[in-house]
């Protein structure tokens, strides 16, 4: 709608301005969701109060241990963390936790992303549809089920080791993984790929220089869940580990727990250290991971 007004001869016309739309909506940022607010704040605690229950454990003496265990100790006592150190052989159960995880993750995200991708583009023909419905129907296989015959099949093909546990975590986490990247790999428009055939490219091309970039926030999903999965996984390594000197940390505390179940503080201090590696790349990785899939929801 315009105005026009008469001033000294001379004719003016109000024009709408491109932003002048009418109201526009603006949230009050004073405003507090209380509800939520209280909700977030018990899911907090439920994680900060055990995590200040171990920390507060492995500084004390056992003589500090009375009462209900949440006082802070008078003097704290580091030596907790040398003796688990030395009991857990903390150095060897750490290598091995880190070989394992860091294994898992990238043969997870090189195998994973190229299957997925060769279903989520063929997923119009019924051998893919059918593959696809298959790796998804796995998911509702509970793994005690099938527990005793994987055991004994790698026992039988000598992959009761390291390399055995990679390659079972990089399988069982097919059914997922391919869940969430077909899903990503199905928003990429197929202009990209058929621009780079065009020119030349061949498919492997294609996929390494053109989805494998593009694959950055599921790819960073995919590997922190894998990294938390391998490095906290206890069941696995108990069941296929046969070599006491490969045991994974989980093992190590395990193992360390039956042996020292008296001492809480040695024991708490071990605890703390076979999770702190991990929290402090969780800590920088969610980051990552937030600022991933914001970057694709927005594509």
Not at 49 to 73: E, H, N, S
Not at 98 to 106: F, I
Not at 249 to 276: C, D, E, H, K
Request: with cysteine; glycine share 6%.
């Amino acid at each position: 709608m315009t105005a026009t007004s008469q001033s000294a001869g001379r004719v003016l016309v109000d024009t709408p301005r491109p932003d002048d739309v009418g109201p526009v909506y603006r949230p009050d940022r004073r405003s507090v969701n209380w509800w939520l607010t209280a909700l977030v704040a018990v899911c907090a605690l439920t994680v900060l109060i055990p995590l200040y229950f171990t920390v507060v454990t492995a500084l004390k003496t056992p003589d500090q241990l009375g009462g209900t265990g949440f006082g802070l100790p008078t003097s704290a006592r580091w030596e907790n963390f040398a003796e688990a150190w030395t009991l857990t052989s903390f150095p060897r159960a750490l290598l091995n936790t880190g070989l394992v995880t860091v294994g898992a993750v990238l043969l997870t995200l090189l195998t994973n992303s190229m299957v997925a991708y060769a279903i989520a583009r063929n997923l119009h023909r019924r051998f893919f549809k059918g593959l696809y419905l298959y790796f998804i129907a796995a998911l509702f296989v509970p793994f005690p089920i099938i527990m005793l015959p994987v055991v004994k099949q790698t026992a039988i093909l000598g992959l009761d080791n390291q390399l055995g546990l990679i390659l079972l975590y990089t399988v069982y986490g097919l059914s997922f993984n391919i869940f969430v990247y077909v899903a990503y790999i199905r928003s990429i428009p197929l202009e990209l790929e058929e621009a780079a055939l065009t020119d030349g490219a061949t498919t492997w091309t294609v996929f390494w220089r053109i989805i494998f970039p593009l694959l950055g926030p599921m790819n960073a999903t995919v590997g922190i869940l894998t990294c938390l999965w391998a490095w906290n996984d206890f069941m696995l390594p108990l069941v296929i580990l046969s070599d006491p000197s490969a045991q994974t940390l989980p093992l190590a505390q395990f193992i360390f727990q039956g042996q020292f179940n008296t001492n809480y503080s040695v024991a708490f201090a071990s605890y703390l250290m076979a999770m702190a590696p991990l929290l402090i790349v969780y800590i920088f990785a969610q980051r990552w991971v937030i600022s991933g899939v914001m970057r694709g929801s927005s594509k």
